[in-house]
């Protein structure tokens, strides 16, 4: 066995003479001034700006130029404050916010577990980039090799203390490695959300409804899905079908769109907006056991027509898209006590769900008890939406498992929030939360005035279509007195 012995190095000492170390050190000083003021450009060039302007003019040059900019920035805020906010106040704010992230960033990631000891370095996540946007900032984060954002989620509250902000959440990003670490500041959804702009002609990919607590609009996509709102009582099931319909208001007005409304509460929920139902049903279950086997019908006829063409109906004024509307899912599938009745409703409720949704033929069915036995269909609606809940144990029904895990807490959501919810985006598996656009009484019927078919888009009068022959003024005023009928406006589909 060969003996190993140490190897004695010494550092060979090399004289310098003091003016080549003084020059040196002048050079390093100077090179790390240049390096600090290029990194500090924001701050260093403003202040080398007044030091000019101060050395040129001497002390009423400097102040001159902070009034002007001063006044600049009061007029660019108060005539644009979007704009301002944007390209001024919020990218000062980032890099003022990533300064104080990055001042308790070591001690945060110690304290939470989150320092990882390899090989005798501490190797911590690294903030990449801060976002600040009104009421929270967003942090690019960079994990630290064999970590995951789980091991973020699971401290997040620890972090909600360290940084004293309201809540953190956990999204990853789409590159491995990287995490959106999302510090909530104020509640960005604790204000109500107006009504939103309608288009004339809906983007069935894209249907604003609401607000995302990153302060972008909430899109659903309608095109080959179906959408399920669960929410308890007085949690603004209300608000997401009326935010729903507004979007399609400018389909409904031009004849691209017909909605079929189901409202077992006698036409409490969809009353108001009447006119904009092309078919409605309101009081009789067979009625509404009628309505959704014509939809089945259209479905299937449809489909036949389409077999072998396309992939995705084209809404069209001859073969519109369809949407059927009906609140309170479960008086239709549950507690109706006409057990035929009710297992007609439920198969061609089925046969919908899954044929309707490639052939134009949608539902939007909003349901206040989630529980299995009352929704067997939980699967057949690929959007969901859990509004505020009763229990923890129901958002995993809703949304799907894992859900709550992931941060969809509706259980949590206060009373005095109504319209807040947890909804999955396309491709994204973090839950997000958003507000609906409130719709009052008074702004869904001004809706239905502007848009019924044959109202006004854009300013343009669409002549109305001869009304048909017949009765039907509200609701459950139907045919036959059966609680349904065809709307006044000559659109039955
Ligand atoms: N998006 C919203 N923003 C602000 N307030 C809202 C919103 N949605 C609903 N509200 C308020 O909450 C109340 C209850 O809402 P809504 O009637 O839509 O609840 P719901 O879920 O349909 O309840 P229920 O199951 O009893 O019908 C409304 O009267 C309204 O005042
Ligand atoms: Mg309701």
Redesign the pocket.
Known sequence: MMLQRPVMVRTPVVRVPLWLMAIWWCLKTLTLAVVVAVRWWWISAPVLALAGLWWRLGWPGPVAALVAVAGGLVAWYSIDRASFDKWCWLRLLSRWRRFTYRRRWWSAMSTAGLVVRFNGRELLPEVKKVAARRGLDVLLVRMVTGQIPEDFAKVSERFAHTFGVVGVRVRPHRKPGLVYLTMVRRDPLAG??PVLPVASTPDFRALPLGVREDGQTYELRLFGTQVLVA?????????VIWSFVRSLAGGVASGQVRLWGFDP?GGM?LGPGLPLFAKFACEDYAAMADLLDQAVTVARERAARLRGHTRQHTPTTDEPLIVLVV??LAALTAYLADRKLKERIRAALGLLLTQGRAVGVHVLA?L?DPRKEVLPFRDLFPTRIG?RLAESSQVDLVLGDGMRDRGAVCDQIPQAL??VGFVVLDGDPTPVRV????LADDDIRDMAGTYRPGGVIDGHTVPPRKPRPGPASGPGSGAGGRGSRENGWGLAA
Do not use: I, Y
Request: charge should be neutral.
């Open positions: 109500v959300v929410g308890a009582t007085g949690a603004g099931k209300g608000s509460k929920e609140d309170e909003a206040q509004l109504p319209g507000r609906f656009s409130f």
